[in-house]
C-alpha cells in the first residue's frame, strides 16, 4: 500500500517557476515508477512525467521545462516546472504503479491533487 500527498501548487505568471512536491509513504516506495499527470477541466488526465530508480521519461509538451526527480531517503518526488506556459494550467496529480507506464490506468496508487495556475 502507498500513500501520496502532493504539494507545492499555487498561481504563477507566464514564465515563472514552481516545484511540486510528492511525500509517499511504504517502505516499497523505492521500487515503483512514480509519475506525474495533469488534468485540465473538461480534458482528460494526460501524462506529464515518470520516475523508475533514475530512468526519466517525458511528455513531449514538457520536455525541456519540466524536470522529474525523487529523494529516496525522503520518501519523496518532485517536478521542478520552469518557463510555465497557461496552458500548463491543471490539477497535478502524483501516482505510483510498480512497471513502468506512461497510462494513468496502469497506475495503482493516486494523490488527492494540486492545482498550478498560470496566468498570462
Known amino acids: 500500500q502507498v500513500q501520496l500527498v502532493e504539494s507545492g501548487g499555487g498561481l504563477v505568471q507566464a514564465g515563472g517557476s514552481l516545484r511540486l512536491s510528492c511525500a509517499a509513504s511504504?517502505?516499497?516506495?523505492?521500487?515503483?515508477?512514480m509519475g506525474w499527470f495533469r488534468q485540465a477541466p473538461g480534458k482528460e488526465r494526460e501524462f506529464v512525467a515518470c520516475?523508475?530508480?533514475?530512468?526519466?521519461y517525458y511528455a513531449d509538451s514538457v520536455k525541456g521545462r519540466f524536470t522529474i526527480s525523487r529523494d529516496n531517503a525522503k520518501n519523496t518526488i518532485y517536478l521542478q516546472m520552469n518557463t510555465l506556459k497557461p496552458e500548463d494550467t491543471a490539477v497535478y496529480y502524483c501516482?505510483?504503479?510498480?512497471?513502468?507506464?506512461?497510462?494513468?490506468?496502469?497506475?495503482?496508487?493516486w494523490g488527492q491533487g494540486t492545482q498550478v495556475t498560470v496566468s498570462s
Open positions: 501516482a505510483a504503479e510498480p512497471y513502468y507506464s506512461t497510462q494513468p490506468g496502469n497506475y495503482d496508487y
Open positions: 511504504g517502505r516499497a516506495f523505492i521500487t515503483y515508477t
Open positions: 520516475i523508475r530508480w533514475s530512468d526519466t
